[in-house]
């Protein structure tokens, strides 16, 4: 299949679509105006296990990708289970440099220009005894990223949620996270930089059993409602699509796409056809069934038809079947192809990840840097070899976050 032209006028139309949202209510003043990404941003994510987990499942590097599918992003992601701001799980049993000097070593390799942190879970462990502590490690190694010339980003903890542990031990642990999350937003308001506070919203959500994996970590549905929330509170518009076609009068009113071309077939009566471009892409479903949510919804309406049933085509391909008065109620769409471009870009972040973390992390770097790489270190030159795989995958992602096109058909099955 061809290339579709996208008229200019189009164009011009999508670019408008996908600016940010005005500004939403009870939002903390340094989010105003929105957070931005540019042309050659690098952006790290430093912090604990809520970063290394998110290996597995790339929703939040997503997010950000897709948002700014224009432009020339790339992430790092350096989470590392059980840290601290003060780099304490990153330490070899070969000193120098310690664990700190390992974080920090770790950070001016990745070349940040922008870090999200995601600190504070471990250290609440410490409890009101070492509040003044934590602030003072995360406000020196804010200073440190300041000299880096790299923008940050503040995320707030996690609650522990009662799936495991005894509710006594729960209630306890969050009570101190509140007071580190507080802690946080502080530092972040004194240092004017944006802090997305999903603990609290995580506390107030009903259904925190769905989204995590033992009350501490969360699953793939967790991370994908991170991702969402942290939008949300970066004040990006949600990510809802839904198209309503009349079918008499052949216009169309849309929410997150451009139509154009849409015209009824004069030699097949009943078929009409229309061209799509998604202002963004949709977030690839968990799995285990469907999300809920607006994100999760992309509906097509399509009023004005004749009795029967009537199939619906993207690409050549059917993605749905309904009748005339299931239509004009509006169907769901399932398998198309912006969700299954999503799904490919999302394995393409998955993969690159892991092999960064293969590249920074290696199992036996004792042997390979470490005080017995006289026996292998002749080895770590593979590392580097890891740098041409980054950058295949990361070509693959430039070429995937960007909504394409496509041409939609309707056609009658059946007419009463």
């Given at each position: 299949?061809?290339?579709?032209?996208?008229?200019?006028?189009?164009?011009?139309?999508?670019?408008?679509?996908?600016?940010?949202?005005?500004?939403?209510?009870?939002?903390?003043p340094s989010l105003q105006p929105p957070l931005a990404l540019e042309d050659g941003?690098?952006?790290?994510?430093?912090?604990?296990?809520?970063?290394?987990?998110?290996?597995?499942?790339?929703?939040?590097?997503?997010?950000?990708?897709?948002?700014?599918?224009?432009?020339?992003?790339?992430?790092?992601?350096?989470?590392?289970?059980?840290?601290?701001?003060?780099?304490?799980?990153?330490?070899?049993?070969?000193?120098?440099?310690?664990?700190?000097?390992?974080?920090?070593?770790?950070?001016?390799?990745?070349?940040?220009?922008?870090?999200?942190?995601?600190?504070?879970?471990?250290?609440?462990?410490?409890?009101?005894?070492?509040?003044?502590?934590?602030?003072?490690?995360?406000?020196?190694?804010?200073?440190?990223?300041?000299?880096?010339?790299?923008?940050?980003?503040?995320?707030?903890?996690?609650?522990?949620?009662?799936?495991?542990?005894?509710?006594?031990?729960?209630?306890?642990?969050?009570?101190?996270?509140?007071?580190?999350?507080?802690?946080?937003?502080?530092?972040?308001?004194?240092?004017?930089?944006?802090?997305?506070?999903?603990?609290?919203?995580?506390?107030?959500?009903?259904?925190?059993?769905?989204?995590?994996?033992?009350?501490?970590?969360?699953?793939?549905r967790g991370y994908y409602y991170l991702a969402r929330e942290m939008e949300k509170?970066?004040?990006?518009?949600?990510?809802?699509?839904?198209?309503?076609?009349?079918?008499?009068?052949?216009?169309?009113?849309?929410?997150?796409?451009?139509?154009?071309?849409?015209?009824?077939?004069?030699?097949?009566?009943?078929?009409?056809?229309?061209?799509?471009?998604?202002?963004?892409?949709?977030?690839?479903?968990?799995?285990?069934?469907?999300?809920?949510?607006?994100?999760?919804?992309?509906?097509?309406?399509?009023?004005?038809?004749?009795?029967?049933?009537?199939?619906?085509?993207?690409?050549?391909?059917?993605?749905?079947?309904?009748?005339?008065?299931?239509?004009?109620?509006?169907?769901?769409?399932?398998?198309?192809?912006?969700?299954?471009?999503?799904?490919?870009?999302?394995?393409?972040?998955v993969r690159k990840n892991a092999m960064f973390f293969y590249q920074y992390r290696?199992?036996?770097?004792?042997?390979?840097?470490?005080?017995?790489?006289?026996?292998?270190?002749?080895?770590?030159?593979?590392?580097?070899?890891?740098?041409?795989?980054?950058?295949?995958?990361?070509?693959?992602?430039?070429?995937?976050?960007?909504?394409?096109?496509?041409?939609?058909?309707?056609?009658?099955?059946?007419?009463?």
């Amino acid at each position: 299949m061809g290339k579709i032209r996208i008229p200019v006028t189009i164009i011009c139309l999508l670019l408008a679509f996908t600016a940010v949202a005005a500004k939403q209510t009870g939002m903390a003043p340094s989010l105003q105006p929105p957070l931005a990404l540019e042309d050659g941003d690098r952006v790290v994510l430093l912090g604990n296990s809520l970063f290394e987990n998110e290996l597995r499942y790339g929703y939040l590097e997503y997010a950000l990708t897709t948002r700014w599918a224009d432009r020339d992003v790339s992430f790092r992601n350096l989470g590392w289970t059980g840290d601290t701001v003060f780099g304490e799980a990153r330490g070899y049993f070969t000193n120098p440099p310690d664990a700190y000097g390992h974080l920090i070593d770790q950070l001016e390799k990745a070349r940040p220009t922008m870090v999200i942190l995601a600190y504070g879970t471990n250290e609440a462990y410490e409890g009101a005894k070492g509040l003044d502590r934590y602030i003072e490690g995360l406000n020196r190694l804010l200073d440190k990223i300041d000299e880096l010339n790299a923008r940050v980003v503040m995320l707030s903890p996690i609650p522990h949620f009662p799936v495991v542990a005894r509710p006594e031990i729960n209630t306890s642990h969050n009570e101190n996270l509140t007071l580190y999350t507080k802690a946080q937003s502080g530092v972040a308001d004194k240092r004017g930089v944006p802090f997305i506070d999903v603990f609290t919203t995580l506390r107030q959500n009903s259904r925190t059993g769905e989204l995590t994996t033992n009350g501490m970590h969360l699953n793939e549905r967790g991370y994908y409602y991170l991702a969402r929330e942290m939008e949300k509170q970066l004040g990006l518009r949600e990510r809802t699509w839904s198209v309503h076609i009349d079918a008499e009068k052949l216009q169309a009113d849309r929410q997150g796409a451009v139509i154009w071309d849409l015209a009824a077939d004069d030699a097949e009566p009943g078929v009409m056809t229309f061209k799509v471009l998604d202002a963004t892409l949709p977030f690839p479903r968990p799995e285990g069934g469907a999300a809920s949510g607006p994100a999760a919804g992309r509906t097509l309406r399509i009023t004005g038809l004749a009795q029967g049933y009537y199939s619906f085509s993207m690409d050549g391909r059917q993605v749905a079947s309904a009748t005339a008065r299931e239509w004009s109620d509006g169907v769901a769409l399932s398998g198309e192809p912006a969700l299954r471009q999503a799904g490919k870009l999302r394995e393409h972040i998955v993969r690159k990840n892991a092999m960064f973390f293969y590249q920074y992390r290696p199992q036996n770097r004792t042997y390979l840097l470490g005080f017995r790489s006289h026996e292998q270190g002749n080895n770590a030159v593979e590392l580097e070899q890891y740098d041409k795989f980054i950058e295949e995958l990361e070509a693959g992602i430039a070429g995937l976050r960007s909504p394409a096109p496509v041409i939609c058909r309707l056609t009658p099955t059946q007419r009463n």
